[in-house]
Each structure stands twice: as C-alpha cells, then as structure tokens.
C-alpha cells in the first residue's frame, strides 16, 4: 500500500521559515510526479508546488514563487521549504502522488494523499 507521511509543520511568527517533509512507503519518488497542496476551512484544496520523478521540473503557484521550493532527497523525502512565511500562509499542508509524469496544481491530478500537516503563521 501507498501510504503519504507529512512532518515538519508548526507555529512560526510572520517572516519565518519551515520545512515540510513528505515519506512515502510502497512507492519511489523516481516513478511518481509529486506535489504540495494546502487548504483551510471551506476553501477549495490549493496546488502549491509539483514536480516530475526526480526533480528536474518544477511548478508553483503564484503565491508561492519565489518563497517556496519543492525538493526529493535520494528519491525518497520530498520537501516544501518555505521561507518568508505569511499569515495567509496558515493551512493544513498536504503531500500528493501519482505514478507517472505529470506536472499538475489541480488536486484531481493526483491518486494517493498524505493525512496533512498543520502550518500556522502568526
């Protein structure tokens, strides 16, 4: 089985940073597009970051360009380093896959989820 396993969130003042890792089990980050998305209380779930197996191509949305990275570590962890953390920032962070090349911010893009990580900017 596929299992997503998020660590890494926590409360951090305006203009902090915070790195959100993503574990999986029964799958290789080498064979499967992974991404970042977030979403809070009655908001549509939020793309935030993807990227292709490996790493080579990256996506992000507007809201984090330029402060948020999407990294793989030995094609293993998946990251999100966020710097320069907002108030509107705050959510629960989740870690998406799907087996293949897809480089995707629409939630449907993706088969397996992570239970979440809360972050909090205060």
């Known amino acids: 089985d596929v299992q997503l396993v998020e660590s890494g969130g926590g409360s951090v003042q305006t203009g902090g940073s915070l790195r959100l890792s993503c574990a999986p089990s029964?799958?290789?980050?080498?064979?499967?597009?992974m991404a970042w998305f977030r979403q809070t209380p009655g908001k549509e779930r939020e793309g935030v970051a993807a990227?292709?197996?490996?790493?080579?191509?990256t996506a992000y949305a507007d809201s984090a360009k330029g402060r948020f990275t999407i990294t793989q570590d030995n094609a293993k962890t998946v990251y999100l380093q966020m710097n320069s953390l907002k108030p509107e920032d705050t959510s629960m962070y989740y870690c998406?896959?799907?087996?293949?090349?897809?480089?995707?911010?629409?939630?449907?893009?993706?088969?397996?989820w992570g239970q979440g990580t809360q972050v909090t900017v205060s």
């Open positions: 998406a896959a799907i087996e293949g090349w897809t480089i995707s911010l629409h939630a449907d893009a993706y088969k397996y």
């Open positions: 029964g799958l290789s980050v080498s064979d499967f597009s």
């Open positions: 990227t292709i197996p490996g790493g080579g191509h």
